[in-house]
């Protein structure tokens, strides 16, 4: 999943460490550099709302968190 925040992409991805390398290298074949996201943060599970669908605000919370209490924020990996 991915979230827009302050002019940045966010990808969410559950479960797992992927190989990230491959990941963004995959993405930059098929997408434009604008559409490469700044991070990805690594997560056991995306948060659900009470619909079961994947909370994009708590996502866009998660993102935020860190630069609001200093830390503590999903595990995330610069897309650089």
Do not use: M, Q, W
């Amino acid at each position: 999943c991915t979230v827009f925040v302050r002019g940045e992409l966010h990808s969410f991805i559950e479960g797992g460490k992927p190989d990230l390398a491959a990941l963004r290298a995959g993405l930059a074949e098929r997408l434009p550099d604008y559409e490469l996201p700044a991070a990805f943060h690594l997560l056991d599970r995306l948060p659900r709302n009470a619909n079961d669908k994947i909370d994009a605000r708590r996502l866009t919370e998660l993102v935020e968190a860190p630069r609001r209490v200093g830390g503590n924020g999903p595990a995330k990996e610069n897309a650089t």
